[in-house]
């Protein structure tokens, strides 16, 4: 799609909006982090009467963890939700114990390759455990679920914030992604085993991965070969080096954590043959 850009757009004296390309932030007034949602005209003009729930407390913004619209009667996610889907079918999810499910445990991103329905237990063990470990995981591995409504799809994106070498091809693996089928719930079994695998044996066999876990495909990338100068190694972790004109990111652990790579985006033109 072509560039869009608004810069921001004053709703009221409490939120605001600012638009890039295919993002809508959502900037409320005491809270600390953005809301987002993808961008379509229809949703930002949603957006724009949905008339959010201020927080007017320390408490009310502390647990503030989803955005409620008093326009609509519902919280940011669903109103996404039922816009892709509808609320028929919404309301039939709900009654067969579905819920709307934030696939990275953020109730403020509400991009709709965030969202997808999960039963309510299923949903509780995934905070207990896989929200938990991929989040303890990230001075590793950096592991990301995304739902592609575009062609009704699923993919696992995964980058490595340690250095990991394939024991096939003895080549150090920058990142990794995953094309599934739309099946949530084969999805998130198979990014659980996989997040478990990688952090508990500290190695990855790609090859045996084809046997194991049921994506459609898998695209690698592998880490160019740089090798640092004097100057270069005092550098700090999430600072720029650069080869040949282009830039690299220097990625490690620091105490702060600086240096981090949180996620990588899915590919949008990737689709199942």
């Keep these: 799609m072509s560039e869009i850009k608004i810069d921001r757009l004053e709703i009221d004296e409490n939120v605001s909006l600012s638009v890039y390309n295919e ?22 003009e949603m957006v724009k009467k949905a008339r959010f729930r201020i927080p007017k407390t320390p408490k009310a913004i502390e647990d503030y963890k989803y955005l409620y619209s008093n326009e609509y009667k519902k919280y940011l996610h669903h109103m996404v939700f039922d816009y892709y889907f509808g609320e028929y079918i919404s309301r039939k999810l709900n009654e067969q114990g579905y819920i709307i499910e934030h696939l990275d445990n953020d109730g403020f991103n509400c991009d709709i390759s965030n969202l997808f329905v999960l039963k309510k237990v299923k949903n509780t063990y995934k905070g207990w455990h896989f929200d938990k470990e991929s989040k303890e995981a990230l001075p590793i591995i950096a592991l990301k679920i995304y739902h592609i409504i575009e ?23 920058d990142s990794i992604r995953l094309l599934y089928d739309y099946n ?32 459609n495909d898998i695209e690698i990338k592998y880490a160019p070969e740089i090798e640092l ?9 999430g600072s720029l080096i650069f080869r040949d004109g282009k830039a690299h990111l220097l990625i490690g652990q620091s105490e702060e954590s600086v240096g981090l790579i949180n996620s990588i985006h899915y590919r949008k033109d990737w689709d199942i043959k």
Aim: proline share 0%; aromatic share 12%; charged share 25%.
């Design 151 to 173: 062609n009704k799809t699923f993919q696992v994106t995964i980058f490595f914030n340690k250095t990991f070498t394939n024991v096939i091809s003895n080549k150090i693996v």
């Design 229 to 237: 100068t004097e100057e270069e190694k005092k550098q700090e972790y």
């Design 23 to 44: 993002s809508i932030s959502i900037n409320i007034k005491g809270l600390r982090k953005l809301a987002f949602v993808n961008y379509t005209k229809e949703l930002l």
């Design 184 to 215: 949530y719930e084969i999805v998130l079994q198979d990014a659980e085993q996989i997040l478990e695998s990688i952090v508990n044996t500290g190695c990855i066999n790609i090859d045996q991965w084809k046997k194991l876990y049921r994506f």
